[in-house]
């Protein structure tokens, strides 16, 4: 019923810029908080950045600085602009959505831990 898709991944030199977006679809009421995560190879997946409904935004400390979350709510969207880009970025990044609302039949429904299918960013040196 609730979909992510990630977009906006692909080949930049170190030092570049990117802009990924997160798009949830699907017969949404509301998109609580969402945020960014990344797994390298051989790596676990860890946090880059989340965002709250109302715009309050944490960050890893890799991330600080160079990264900005954003999203716009109208749309279900969320944004990670990355700058200042190292070899180090390279990975699969993930968006998730901790809890989404959505119209099941003739009622809203909640669910939660919705993830997307991943975008791969490269960082070349």
């Known amino acids: 019923q609730v979909q992510l898709v990630e977009s906006g991944g692909g080949l930049v030199q170190a030092g570049g810029s990117l802009r990924l977006s997160c798009a949830a679809s699907?017969?949404?009421?509301?998109?609580?908080?969402m945020g960014w995560y990344r797994q390298a190879p051989g790596k676990q997946r860890e946090l880059v950045a989340t965002?709250?409904?109302?715009?309050?935004?944490k960050y890893a400390d890799s991330a600080k600085g160079r990264f900005t979350v954003s999203r716009d709510n109208a749309k279900n969207t969320v944004y990670l602009q990355k700058s200042g880009m190292k070899p180090e970025d390279t990975a699969v990044y993930y968006c998730?959505?901790?809890?989404?609302?959505?119209?099941?039949?003739?009622?809203?429904?909640?669910?939660?831990?919705?993830w997307g299918q991943g975008t791969q960013v490269i960082v070349s040196s």
């Open positions: 998730n959505a901790d809890q989404v609302t959505y119209y099941g039949g003739s009622s809203l429904v909640s669910g939660y831990d919705y």
């Open positions: 699907g017969s949404i009421f509301r998109v609580n908080a």
């Open positions: 965002i709250t409904r109302r715009g309050n935004s």
